[in-house]
């Protein structure tokens, strides 16, 4: 126990602690003196000691395990991340007489989960955002080709040269061309961006 890593002690059901080890020690930042007789419910913050208390309650009524995450307070006023889990000791009669707990700092572990949730919603609004700004720019692009590829449609309907119709062609065939690729490119921005609109339109089934 001692030499272990993790804070360990045992705890009579009134959750007094008699005993602590180094690394208990080091977990509260209290010599084990200060933390003798004491209640364990003392070490774990306001916000989530009624948590914790229904563990506590749950094993000795079950008499099986409890595993769970909490918080502890340290000597100094900071703030730990905790793994703890929480094991019944029964008597001859399987009655729970006390409770054994073993405890580490996972603080480390929680910040960098922490920071990795962050930098993944941060890419992910950056994605919105690029997909919102594609779906706005296809639009505006699309309003003024749709009005050049009117007007050469117009034009190849005019009096024209067989060169100058076949440049008004190519002209029309290319911004349909074009218009086609941008459409696609907007329904594409719209999926990301989450603005898709689905459209009724009849047809006949044959």
Same mark, same amino acid.
């Given at each position: 126990?001692?030499?272990?890593? *993790?804070?360990?002690?045992?705890?009579?059901?009134?959750?007094?602690?008699?005993?602590?080890?180094?690394?208990?020690? /080091?977990?509260?930042?209290?010599?084990?003196?200060?933390?003798?007789?004491?209640?364990?419910?003392?070490?774990?913050?306001?916000?989530?000691?009624?948590?914790?208390?229904?563990?506590?309650?749950?094993? /000795?009524?079950?008499?099986?395990?409890?595993?769970?995450?909490?918080?502890?307070?340290?000597?100094?006023?900071?703030?730990?991340?905790?793994?703890?889990?929480?094991?019944?000791?029964?008597?001859?009669?399987?009655?729970?007489?006390?409770?054994?707990?073993?405890?580490? *700092?996972?603080?480390? /572990?929680?910040?960098?989960?922490?920071?990795?949730?962050?930098? /993944?919603?941060?890419?992910?609004?950056?994605?919105?955002?690029?997909?919102?700004?594609?779906?706005?720019?296809?639009?505006?692009?699309?309003?003024?080709?749709?009005?050049?590829?009117?007007?050469?449609?117009?034009?190849?309907?005019?009096?024209?040269?067989?060169?100058?119709?076949? #440049?008004?062609? *190519?002209?029309?065939?290319?911004?349909?061309?074009?218009?086609?690729?941008?459409? *696609?490119?907007?329904? #594409?921005?719209?999926?990301?961006?989450?603005?898709?609109? #689905?459209?009724?339109?009849? #047809?006949?089934?044959?």
């Amino acid at each position: 126990v001692d030499s272990s890593g *993790d804070a360990i002690h045992r705890e009579p059901v009134d959750l007094t602690v008699p005993s602590g080890n180094g690394a208990g020690e /080091r977990l509260s930042g209290s010599p084990a003196s200060e933390i003798v007789g004491r209640s364990a419910a003392l070490l774990v913050p306001l916000d989530r000691r009624a948590k914790v208390l229904d563990h506590l309650a749950e094993v /000795r009524k079950r008499g099986k395990s409890q595993h769970y995450e909490t918080r502890h307070v340290r000597k100094d006023g900071s703030i730990l991340e905790v793994d703890v889990t929480v094991s019944p000791i029964l008597d001859e009669a399987g009655t729970v007489t006390g409770l054994s707990l073993t405890a580490h *700092d996972i603080s480390e /572990r929680v910040r960098m989960q922490a920071e990795l949730r962050a930098a /993944r919603d941060e890419a992910l609004e950056g994605a919105r955002l690029k997909s919102e700004f594609l779906a706005n720019m296809s639009h505006e692009i699309r309003t003024p080709l749709n009005s050049s590829i009117g007007m050469s449609a117009l034009l190849t309907e005019g009096q024209l040269s067989l060169e100058q119709r076949e #440049f008004a062609q *190519d002209v029309h065939k290319s911004g349909n061309a074009l218009l086609n690729l941008i459409n *696609d490119i907007l329904d #594409f921005s719209k999926v990301t961006a989450g603005k898709v609109v #689905f459209e009724e339109i009849d #047809f006949e089934l044959t």
